[in-house]
Nanobody, 113 residues
Framework: VQLVESGGGLVQPGGSLRLSCAASGFTFSSYYMSWYRQAPGKERALVAGITSTGGRTEYADSVKGRFTISRDNVNNTVYLQMNSLKPEDTAVYYC???????WGQGTQVTVSS
């Protein structure tokens, strides 16, 4: 199993970013996928999750209405569209495959003026 995140960076408050997680080494279309984040001094926490077909999604209360998780089962990629970003969204964002307890390496998102 390999999960490779990309798309992080520095953005001003109110801005947008789209994270990508390219997956390989397993049958991507069969499994629930999720995004977590870890801010400095805090525990890693669930941001969003999506079922294998994309038919159901879930979000942390803190990102509802601002973030959207989606997936492309042809290209084996899961996305996290982040809009209206706030300084408190600053964290390392990780792609996570619960079925195999597999994490990506993470991508840094910094929201600052």
């Amino acid at each position: 199993v390999q999960l490779v995140e990309s798309g992080g960076g520095l953005v001003q408050p109110g801005g947008s970013l789209r994270l990508s997680c390219a997956a390989s080494g397993f049958t991507f279309s069969s499994y629930y996928m999720s995004w977590y984040r870890q801010a400095p001094g805090k525990e890693r926490a669930l941001v969003a999750g999506i079922t294998s077909t994309g038919g159901r999604t879930e979000y942390a209360d803190s990102v509802k209405g601002r973030f959207t998780i989606s997936r492309d089962n042809v290209n084996n990629t899961v996305y996290l569209q982040m809009n209206s970003l706030k300084p408190e969204d600053t964290a390392v964002y990780y792609c996570y495959l619960p079925r195999f307890s597999s994490w990506g390496q993470g991508t840094q998102v910094t929201v600052s003026s």
